[in-house]
C-alpha cells in the first residue's frame, strides 16, 4: 500500500532558484506528472519524508 504523500514534506520536493518555485526532482512519466500538475499526489510512490535530524545523526 502506498504511503500518504503531501510534496512539501518530501525530500524530492526542492526550490529551483532558477525558476523561483518548488519542483519535484523525481524524473516523472507522463501519466506521474499529469497526477503530480492536477496535485493528485496521495499516492506518490516516490514519496520520502524529509528529515532533517537524520542528516545531523550520519555527521555525529
Known amino acids: 500500500m502506498a504511503q500518504k504523500s503531501n510534496c512539501e ?3 524530492h520536493y526542492c526550490y529551483d532558484e532558477e525558476y523561483e ?3 519535484c526532482e ?3 512519466d ?3 506528472m499529469y ?3 492536477r496535485g493528485n499526489v496521495d499516492d506518490c510512490h516516490y ?7 537524520k ?6
Open 21 to 23: 518555485c518548488y519542483c
Open 30 to 32: 507522463e501519466d506521474e
Open 26 to 28: 523525481i524524473n516523472l
Open 35 to 37: 497526477r503530480f500538475l
Open 55 to 60: 542528516i545531523v545523526k550520519k555527521q555525529n
Open 47 to 53: 514519496f520520502q519524508l524529509y528529515d532533517e535530524y
Open 9 to 11: 514534506f518530501c525530500a
